[in-house]
């Protein structure tokens, strides 16, 4: 059975659990009351029923990096090291979730067209269900085409609150108007 390390972190919107290999890549992020949900998806990207979870510290660079972006340093959980075991597509949209601004939450559709695949809204939806990497993949950037929210498995309550804290931070970096 693969082990692989986890630490525990408080967050403003509660527990959350950080998984990363030997190599110090994460492979799994989620709050504590999605842990089946951490589980099933590691279980999945290392082809195996279940994964040794071994309590421990992390590279400090990964926490810290969810902590600074918590205290409103957005772009801190960009340089986050991933170990991504998706499809080459899920891996591609992951990608692309990472480019999406903070505070300028786009539609699944948007963001099928930026792939290229302007068809693949439902599709871009499944990759974005299967994210491993709740908050540091920022699939809660992606909104209904109607523009309302759409699911997030950490509850709609607590996406509400990361586009509004993003979009809180987004504003403060606003280059002044000229002129």
Same mark, same amino acid.
């Given at each position: 059975?693969?082990?692989?390390?986890?630490?525990?972190?408080?967050t403003p919107l509660g527990v959350f659990h950080l998984v990363a290999d030997g190599e110090g890549?994460?492979?799994?992020?989620?709050? *504590?009351?999605?842990?089946?949900?951490?589980?099933?998806?590691?279980?999945?990207?290392?082809?195996?029923?279940?994964?040794?979870?071994?309590?421990?510290? !992390?590279?400090?660079?990964?926490?810290?990096?969810?902590? *600074?972006?918590?205290?409103?340093?957005?772009?801190?959980?960009?340089?986050?090291?991933?170990?991504?075991?998706?499809?080459?597509?899920?891996?591609?949209?992951?990608?692309?979730?990472?480019?999406?601004?903070?505070?300028a939450p786009l539609p699944y559709a948007a963001l099928a067209a930026r792939l290229g695949k302007p068809d693949a809204?439902? *599709?871009?939806?499944? *990759?974005?269900?299967?994210?491993?990497?709740?908050?540091?993949?920022?699939?809660?950037?992606?909104?209904?085409?109607?523009?309302?929210?759409?699911?997030?498995?950490?509850? !709609?309550?607590?996406?509400?609150?990361?586009?509004?804290?993003?979009?809180?931070?987004?504003?403060?970096? !606003?280059?002044?108007?000229?002129?």
């Amino acid at each position: 059975m693969p082990s692989l390390t986890i630490e525990t972190m408080e967050t403003p919107l509660g527990v959350f659990h950080l998984v990363a290999d030997g190599e110090g890549r994460l492979r799994a992020a989620d709050f *504590a009351d999605c842990e089946s949900r951490l589980q099933k998806s590691l279980s999945r990207q290392l082809g195996v029923s279940h994964v040794a979870l071994v309590q421990g510290t !992390l590279p400090q660079a990964i926490p810290a990096a969810l902590r *600074a972006y918590f205290s409103g340093q957005l772009d801190a959980i960009a340089g986050v090291p991933l170990k991504a075991s998706g499809s080459p597509f899920q891996e591609r949209v992951w990608r692309e979730l990472r480019s999406v601004d903070p505070g300028a939450p786009l539609p699944y559709a948007a963001l099928a067209a930026r792939l290229g695949k302007p068809d693949a809204a439902r *599709a871009v939806g499944h *990759a974005n269900g299967a994210n491993p990497f709740c908050v540091v993949v920022p699939c809660h950037r992606l909104i209904g085409g109607n523009g309302k929210l759409t699911g997030y498995s950490g509850g !709609l309550e607590r996406k509400r609150w990361l586009l509004a804290h993003e979009a809180r931070y987004a504003m403060i970096r !606003l280059p002044p108007k000229s002129g």
